[in-house]
């Protein structure tokens, strides 16, 4: 990392130094970063569970709690931003839908407390491999969970969602389409802060184009009012955010956990990719698993009360890059605003009344682009197809992935248990990565293979 310091003599690794003032605004700069990606995660999850998923309060809440608790853990060192992880969609997605055992004359309201158990339980598993790194060392782990394992599973994770993005563009193709061409638009030819936030971008103007055709009296096609304000008019400006606690259920946390296999590789590779960017060598200090419990904590914490899983925040790198400003100190201050702005619930409201049309518009290239990432993190790591093994396994996690789209259901000891597409998939990679010979793979060998691990949309 020694280079690296010299190229970062422009950077400000303390912003006390530029006055409170700018200090406030670079706070509020970040918090932009972060919130449309991180609200966008209780819109969608709504969208699943018909109305009755998650909110936006309390998953504002939690996400500036999750930071400020990720900072302690890792000693303060560390400038992540914690935000909504889009990893687990495709798992809230599938908890909805379970109409088997106990979840057979459920509402969906009623699942979603069993959808937060199961993500508390993957945050903790973040722990266990806490713990497997401090003893045996990263190197040793990461053969395990190559990017011939993770990159195909985070593929899956994309496509199992494909059909949902186009049956809620299809409510307004006009709305979806103006949503999808402004994230284009900022993500290829916007500048500065904007080339950063084009998922925000894409909310607002979006937003705004709605709000223009509903008042000239415009509707959606199927005669449905465009706008729905209903809920904004009787929310009230200062409320607290409503949580709920967590159930447990073994197949909701066979539809959750194995999900954390790409999410502690993400977090992994933002670590890299944060270290490169400040020049500090955060998986040393203040150390890979201390980072790892603080991201896993975080996520079971938030869940626990009904939150989103957290996940490092590739937007935010992105502003530390732009701004030169490496001081951890600006990202606690974001944390603070989103906790301050969680106690209004008529502004969360406002954000609720998006339009199906406008979240379709924005899954659409969203979910496109997890699977993207998925393809990005097999060619960033060179992984060789040309080597039988690795096709071998890459074709049993695609297949089991989206070939098991009811998965399968089982009983143990009375008790019905239902193993996901992704569960499968999952589970079918470590454990053929494991038997096959002829593993490659090597931590650090790559620095920037190793910083694209992961479903962040970091560039």
Same mark, same amino acid.
């Given at each position: ?47 699943? +569970? ?29 400038? %992540? ?5 889009? %990893? +687990?969609?495709?798992? +809230? ?5 379970? #109409?088997?055992?106990?979840? $057979?004359?459920?509402? @969906? ?16 598993? @973040? ?19 190559? =990017?011939?394992?993770?990159?195909? !599973?985070? &593929? ?9 993005? &186009? ?15 402004? &994230?284009?638009?900022? #993500?290829?030819?916007?500048?500065? &802060?904007?080339? !950063? ?22 509707? #959606?096609?199927?005669?449905?009012? *465009? ?24 197949? $909701?946390?066979?539809?959750?956990? =194995? ?23 955060? /998986? ?18 938030? %869940? ?32 603070? @605003?989103? *906790? ?14 998006? =339009? ?65 597409? /992704? ?15 002829? #593993? ?20």
């Amino acid at each position: 990392m020694g280079e690296n310091n010299q190229m970062k003599t422009d950077a400000i690794y303390d912003a006390r130094s530029l006055g409170m003032p700018k200090m406030l605004l670079l706070g509020l700069q970040h918090m932009f970063a972060m919130f449309g990606a991180t609200v966008l995660v209780p819109i969608l999850v709504n969208s699943y +569970f018909h109305g009755e998923g998650l909110s936006v309060q309390v998953t504002l809440f939690m996400a500036g709690l999750g930071t400020l608790f990720f900072h302690m853990v890792s000693k303060k060192k560390v400038p %992540a931003f914690l935000g909504s992880s889009f %990893a +687990f969609l495709g798992g +809230f997605a599938t908890v909805a839908e379970l #109409n088997t055992g106990i979840y $057979a004359n459920m509402t @969906y309201g009623e699942k979603l407390p069993y959808a937060c158990g199961g993500i508390v339980v993957a945050g903790l598993l @973040y722990l266990m491999l806490s713990a497997v790194i401090r003893l045996v060392g990263v190197k040793r782990v990461m053969r395990f969970l190559p =990017p011939v394992v993770t990159g195909p !599973i985070i &593929i899956c994770i994309g496509l199992s969602l494909a059909g949902s993005a &186009i049956g809620n563009a299809g409510t307004n193709w006009f709305l979806a389409l103006i949503a999808l061409a402004t &994230i284009i638009v900022f #993500n290829v030819w916007g500048k500065g &802060i904007f080339k !950063i936030i084009p998922i925000l971008m894409g909310v607002v103007i979006s937003y705004a184009v709605a709000a223009i055709m509903q008042a000239t009296g415009l509707s #959606n096609p199927d005669g449905s009012a *465009i706008l729905d304000f209903s809920s904004v008019a009787s929310a009230r400006f200062i409320g607290l955010p409503p949580f709920q606690i967590c159930k447990f259920d073994l197949t $909701a946390i066979l539809v959750m956990a =194995p999900i954390s296999v790409a999410t502690m590789m993400e977090h992994i590779g933002d670590m890299s990719a944060i270290s490169a960017t400040v020049g500090q060598n955060f /998986l040393e200090d203040p150390g890979l698993h201390r980072t790892l419990i603080g991201d896993g904590m975080a996520t079971a914490m938030s %869940a626990a009360f009904g939150g989103p899983a957290n996940t490092t925040y590739g937007e935010n790198t992105g502003v530390l890059e732009l701004s030169r400003v490496f001081d951890p100190r600006v990202i606690r201050l974001a944390a603070v @605003y989103a *906790i301050v702005l969680s106690f209004v619930p008529k502004f969360a409201q406002v954000i609720t009344s998006l =339009p199906a049309s406008i979240i379709g518009g924005i899954s659409f290239i969203l979910y496109g682009m997890i699977s993207a990432i998925g393809i990005r993190n097999v060619v960033e790591n060179k992984v060789d197809f040309a080597n039988s093994r690795n096709l071998i396994i890459a074709a049993v996690i695609l297949v089991c992935g989206l070939g098991f789209s009811s998965g399968l259901t089982f009983e143990v000891g009375g008790t019905s248990i239902t193993l996901t597409s /992704l569960a499968i998939a999952s589970l079918a990679g470590v454990v053929l990565n494991a038997v096959l010979p002829g #593993n490659d793979y090597h931590f650090g060998v790559n620095p920037r293979g190793d910083a694209m691990r992961g479903v962040s949309l970091k560039k």
